[in-house]
Structure formats: C-alpha cells, structure tokens
C-alpha cells in the first residue's frame, strides 16, 4: 500500500499538471506562428485558428490548475444548458470510442 494520502495525490497531480503549462503554451505558441505564416494558402481560417491557439496559450500561462477549475465551474453555473449538452456529446464519443477498441 502506498505512504501517499488522497489529498498528496492530488496535490501531486495538481503539481504536475501546473508545470506542464509551459510547455503546452509554448507548444501553441509556435503552432499559432506557423499558422500565422502559412496563412495566405487559407487566410481567415488560419488566423482565427492561430488567434484562438494565443488565447489559450495566454490562459494557460496566467493560470494554475485550481484557477481553471473555479473558472470551469464558473462558467457552468452561468450556462448549465450548454454544459450539459457538452458533457453529453463528450460522454456520447467517449463511448463509442470505448466500445470500437473492445
């Protein structure tokens, strides 16, 4: 049995995933430069797309993990129809792509 309790889990995991912001961010940072770059092949798509990747590149940097998470539940109680439908549709996929691999 191991010597780690519930709540050093999480927070281990919570640790984890914070110092995994940077690099994702930057990730998307370069992804939305290449999109910026190629651009001209398909102009509006590609800087929306490329914009969207900054935001959330942006978000990412400016928030830890318990931050997104008050603002995930933030938003749901703002709009619960729209979340629920979401965790529908996710649930839904999830499924199927479950079942497809047995």
């Known amino acids: 049995m191991s010597d780690y309790s519930v709540t050093d889990l999480g927070r281990m995991a919570a640790n984890q995933a914070d110092s995994q912001r940077e690099p994702i961010a930057k990730t998307l940072n370069k992804t939305a430069a290449t999109l910026h770059e190629h651009a001209e092949n398909f102009a509006g798509v590609a800087h929306a797309a ?19 998470l008050d603002g995930a539940k933030k938003f749901a109680k ?16 999830v499924a199927r792509l479950v079942r497809k691999s047995n």
Do not use: I, W
């Open 50 to 68: 490329a914009n969207k990747l900054e935001a959330t590149a942006s978000f990412l940097r400016d928030n830890d993990l318990e931050a997104m």
């Open 78 to 93: 703002r709009h619960p129809v729209q979340c629920l439908a979401a965790a529908t549709v996710v649930g839904y996929l």
